[in-house]
């Protein structure tokens, strides 16, 4: 029998999952190190969190490697205080062929006051690979709830605006490389 080497087909079928069996939730503690100079955490601190608890759905829906594609739209609402709790959450909104859309949502809880307030959502994309970074199919998302479906068809539509936006960005690198050359 001869030997399947495209990674793509090499996986076979991949069996469904639910959006629910790989929902993921992390919780941090803003300590002094994570701050600005005002006592803030920092943004790139919570994008490091946010990169994480998406990782972690997306790891799981896989049951592969992931790797970070994208990370847009993403909004600080309000500012998050040394002594405060972070807490994520993270869903696949979306998959496709090897990647996955993932939303992101946070809280900042005051675990003094008992308070907790939205402070950041975010959409990302990761690309399931194997251990020597080629990449892999990822298995179809199965929505249960008007949310999850309403989440997984907003997805469709990003996902055409990103392509959309990669082809006019290849488009203008080749028109630029194709100037250069003529100029040379
Ligand atoms: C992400 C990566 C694997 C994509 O590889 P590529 O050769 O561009 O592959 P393709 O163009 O065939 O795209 C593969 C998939 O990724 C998606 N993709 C690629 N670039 C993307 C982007 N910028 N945003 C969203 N999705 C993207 C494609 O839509 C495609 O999805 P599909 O298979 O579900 O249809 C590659 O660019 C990479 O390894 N990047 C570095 C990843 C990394 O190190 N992350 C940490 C950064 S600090």
Redesign the pocket.
């Known amino acids: 029998m001869s030997e399947i080497t495209d990674p793509l087909q090499q996986r076979g079928a991949v069996q469904p999952r639910r959006v629910a069996d790989s929902q993921s939730e992390m919780t941090e503690l803003v300590l002094p190190n994570d701050t600005n100079t005002l006592g803030n955490l920092l943004g790139g601190r919570l994008m490091h969190f946010i990169d994480l608890v998406g990782a972690m759905a997306a790891y799981r829906h896989s049951r592969a490697h992931v790797?970070?594609?994208?990370m847009?739209h993403i909004d600080f609402i309000a500012p998050v205080h040394v002594g405060d709790l972070v807490i994520l959450k993270a869903s696949v909104n979306r998959?496709?062929?090897?990647?996955?859309e993932i939303g992101v949502k946070a809280w900042v809880e005051n675990a003094m006051a008992g308070t907790r307030r939205h402070v950041s959502s975010a959409y990302l994309?990761f690309?399931a690979?194997d251990g020597n970074?080629r990449?892999l199919p990822?298995p179809a998302l199965l929505t249960d709830t008007a949310d999850e479906q309403r989440r997984y068809e907003d997805a469709g539509r990003r996902?055409e605006q990103?392509?959309h936006e990669?082809e006019r960005k290849r488009q203008r690198q080749a028109t630029r490389e194709a100037q250069t050359t003529t100029t040379a």
């Open positions: 790797v970070t594609a994208s847009e998959a496709f062929r090897t990647s996955m994309t690309v690979v970074g990449r990822v996902r990103r392509d990669r």
